[in-house]
């Protein structure tokens, strides 16, 4: 994993969803159901790693550059503030403008499911589980959404002129 913490964090989870989901089972077949509850785990972070740098990439360019701001939302920089006499160059106003807009635009016209998953997952940064919960479904259904949220962005972007 690269990451010490993250792959504690892992760990720890899978020994909660195994003594969660399998506290009364036999003891001989604890091992195997905790590698299968890992390997699933590390899976799943892998794929939300892999999404979240696809999607957070773009707009990670159009950052402050400023590590102390962990909670900044490049949609909140975009326009100068009112008043200010030195917006950013013309250029690059406008191509960070538009790219935004048009990243809105898309993810305004997914589903209203797959929406709700991808924004949750990708956005808000909730695990599988705690989308779930807030979505009112399965794990499975939740990782079906935000797949098919991810490639219908995709080819959407594509086609409109945004790489990733």
């Known amino acids: 994993m690269r990451d010490e913490e993250a792959a504690l964090d ?3 989870d899978a020994m909660l969803r195994l003594s969660e989901r399998y506290g009364g089972a036999p003891l001989p077949e604890l091992p195997p159901l905790f590698q299968r509850i890992l390997q699933n785990a590390i899976r799943d972070w892998f794929r939300r790693q892999k999404v979240r740098a696809l999607w957070m990439t773009p707009l990670a360019s159009l950052g402050s550059g400023r ?3 962990d909670d900044y939302d490049p949609l909140e920089t975009l326009q100068p503030a009112e008043g200010s006499k030195t ?3 013309p250029p690059e106003q ?3 403008s538009q790219a935004l807009d048009i990243i ?6 997914l589903p209203p499911r797959q929406r709700e998953a991808f924004i949750l997952r990708y ?3 909730l695990d599988v589980a705690e989308t ?3 979505m009112g479904c399965s794990e499975g259904s939740v990782k079906t959404h935000c797949s098919r949220a991810a490639h219908a962005l995709a080819i959407a972007l594509k086609a409109r002129g945004i790489t990733l």
Not at 104 to 109: F, N, P
Request: aromatic share 4%; charged share 40%; no cysteine.
């Open 10 to 12: 892992i760990v720890q």
């Open 67 to 69: 590590a102390e701001d």
């Open 87 to 89: 917006p950013d160059a």
């Open 94 to 96: 406008v191509q960070r």
């Open 104 to 109: 809105e635009q898309e993810i305004s016209r």
């Open 123 to 125: 956005w808000e940064e």
């Open 132 to 134: 779930a919960l807030a």
